[in-house]
């Protein structure tokens, strides 16, 4: 009795941890919903974690001595990891929650590989399936880790600009061929064929090595445009690399946690792909960020600075007005002050709605966080599809800190890096501002023409400030009116 319950524990245990994690997956589906979602995926997991420690219950006669300096480590382990988790989540700015993101894929990717050198090194697999599964799971752990990292630190600005070399592309199809030759050889060697020139620990090396060289090969070119979708990629490499693992150890929880991480990563890239014109298997295998071929086309008109307090006044006239928000947002932490001016808008009777583009900002979904932050209703926020015709219609199209998602040579500019990426349609409303710190590009790296249009005026500086200015204008006019 005493031997069958810890198994039972355990397997009640993970399918509880199972059932919490697709439950909490479903209500993140809404920004309603998404903060009691991610508190019930955190529950299924740390089901699952204190579940695991009865697996002391069932350790091999050689791992007996070794006990209680597991479970100290393991415990260890997991104050060190929880006290980083909760320290660094407290702390971090909304505007660095790209960068947190890339590193908890790499660090789920490098976890994968983790369990995979521990089964490869010591020679826990049984049967060619299992060695395989375990050998893809590496791979694609490894590639999720160096990858990721290289995803940070482009981000978090340590590395400025895509690298990119002549022949580039060989050289990663070489560094992939070579990793699964290599995985090869360690599956030959496993059912007794002879390792040529080293050592099967050696090659086992070679082959993280070689994997997490390809992750760095393939991430060192993506231009900072390209970003979300790179982060959605690295997701799903993630949960699948786990799921895989979850499949080696035998272990449901872990399955069923990767496979849906992995499948939601998967649609997301989907998504993501699809919002910038891009498929799949260009993002992946081909000229992903890629200068154009062609020489991009001539910008007409003039660039029209205005005061702030000017805009904010020409807004209280409007009958409505649609706001485009983007990273200049988040990077002022301006959201509040937004929200502030529109309800002094509202208050005036003016129709005021939120556009937002699927890859705004640097990561899915961080623009729609950032106004749930500020409290702005969901009926007010709508994306592109649902508002894109509305802007015809629409007396001011109000932008702070976007620029390649509103830029109209996506739709018009066949020399352009981002031709055929669909666009918020702002040009066409009847009166555009553009809260702008500076007259800089894009993450592209190009002009916007819709800065140059005759219906569009700019209006230099921090966004927050410029906030603050629009509203003591609106106030001014109230307070004179009284």
């Known amino acids: 009795m005493l031997t069958s319950l810890p198994p039972l524990v355990i ?12 439950y909490g997956l479903k209500r993140m589906s809404s920004p309603a919903t998404a903060s009691s979602g991610i508190f019930v995926a955190g529950i299924g997991m740390v ?11 069932d350790v091999g006669e050689a791992a007996r001595p070794h006990l209680y300096a597991n479970i100290g480590l393991a415990l260890v382990a997991l104050a060190i990891g929880g006290g980083l988790a909760w320290w660094s989540g407290k702390r971090v700015a909304m505007t660095a929650m790209p ?3 890339a590193l908890y894929n790499g660090m789920g990717g490098g976890a994968a590989g983790a369990i995979a050198a521990a089964e490869l090194f010591g020679d826990r697999t049984s049967g060619a399936t299992e060695l395989v599964v375990t050998l893809l799971g590496a791979l694609i752990g490894a590639v999720s880790l160096s990858g990721s990292l290289i995803a940070w630190a482009k981000l978090d600005g ?3 600009k895509p690298l990119r070399f002549p022949g580039q592309q060989v050289v990663n199809a070489i560094a992939l061929i070579a990793t699964l030759t290599v995985g090869g050889i360690v599956v030959a060697a496993a059912f ?19 994997a997490m060289l390809f992750g760095v090969l393939m991430t060192l070119p993506i231009g900072g445009a390209d970003m979300p979708v790179v982060i959605s990629i690295f997701n ?12 080696v150890l035998q272990n449901p929880a872990l399955m069923i946690a990767g496979m849906v991480v992995g499948a939601a990563g998967l649609l997301l890239t989907l998504l993501m792909a699809k919002a910038m014109n891009r498929s799949i298997a260009n993002v992946v295998f081909t000229n992903f ?5 062609q020489k991009q086309g001539a910008v007409v008109g003039s660039l029209k600075p205005v005061q702030a307090a000017d805009a904010g006044i020409a807004m209280r006239y409007a009958k409505s007005v649609i706001i485009v928000p983007g990273y200049g947002l988040a990077v002022a932490q301006a959201q509040q002050k937004l929200f502030e001016f529109v309800k002094l808008l509202q208050g005036a009777g003016v129709v005021v709605k939120f556009a937002v583009h699927p890859v705004a900002g640097r990561m899915p979904g961080q623009m729609d966080v950032l106004l ?16 894109n015709d509305e802007f015809a219609t629409t007396d001011v199209a109000l932008v702070i800190g976007a620029n390649d998602v509103v830029n109209p040579a996506a739709r018009t500019d066949k020399g352009s890096p981002i031709f055929g990426m669909p666009i918020l349609n702002v040009d066409k409303a009847r009166h555009v501002y553009v809260v702008k710190r500076g007259e800089g590009k894009g993450y592209a790296g190009i002009v916007n023409a819709l800065f140059y249009g005759d219906n569009c005026d700019m209006v230099y500086g921090d966004a927050k400030v410029a906030l603050v200015a629009m509203i003591e204008a609106v106030r001014g006019l109230t307070a004179a009116a009284a």
Request: net charge negative.
């Open 47 to 57: 089901a699952a974690i204190l579940a695991s420690f009865l697996y002391v219950f």
């Open 236 to 247: 799903a490499f993630t949960g699948l690399a786990v799921g895989l693992e979850g499949f």
């Open 192 to 210: 007794g064929a002879a390792v040529p020139l080293l050592s099967l620990p050696i090659w086992i090396c070679v082959f993280f090595g070689l």
């Open 289 to 293: 960020g890629d200068a154009p071929k």
């Open 99 to 101: 960068q947190m993101v």
């Open 11 to 22: 397997g009640l245990a993970d399918l509880a941890a199972a059932f919490l994690f697709l």
């Open 372 to 387: 749930a932050e500020a409290g702005v209703p969901y009926d007010m926020i709508f994306q592109l599809d649902q508002i």
């Open 158 to 160: 340590v590395i400025t």
